[in-house]
């Protein structure tokens, strides 16, 4: 996989179990879904274990309702030696609609492990070609 571009992860739609107690969507429902994201694309960029080790900047920019289509996309800020930076954004379309909204965006820093779930580096298991251009 490239490492640059952007990509979409997941889709779903909002469902009234992900709501909090009045009614809303729970924001703990959207980070989830942007920690496996995060999750996700770093797990296959290190070809192994990864674990959350910060999560910052998270901005709920727009609600997101019941019925709306969430969209949760990843972007690589930097790969560190143990650790690779992805920006997460979540969008919407509301229900019927067709234009997407910004509504989250935040910032993962995910951690490779080794089989001692320790930190490890991420390119560890990547090719020459692979470290050379940048891509896992
Ligand atoms: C992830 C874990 C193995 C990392 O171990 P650690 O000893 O804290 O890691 P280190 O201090 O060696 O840092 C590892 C990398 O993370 C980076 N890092 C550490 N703390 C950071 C922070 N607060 N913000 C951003 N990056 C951070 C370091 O710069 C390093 O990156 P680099 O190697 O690319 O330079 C350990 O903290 C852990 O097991 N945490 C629990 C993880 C977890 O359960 N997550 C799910 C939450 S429910």
Redesign the pocket.
Known sequence: MSIKERVLVSRTIAVPADTNPWGDIFGGWILSLMDIAAGSIAARLAKGSI????I?DVTFDTPIFVGDEVSVYAEVEKI????MTLNIYVTIKRKGQDEELHAVKGKF?M?A?NEN???RP?REKWTDAEKANEVA
Request: no cysteine; aromatic share 0%.
């Open positions: 674990a959350t080790k910060a910052s560190g030696n143990t650790s820093v951690v492990l779930r320790r930190p991420v």
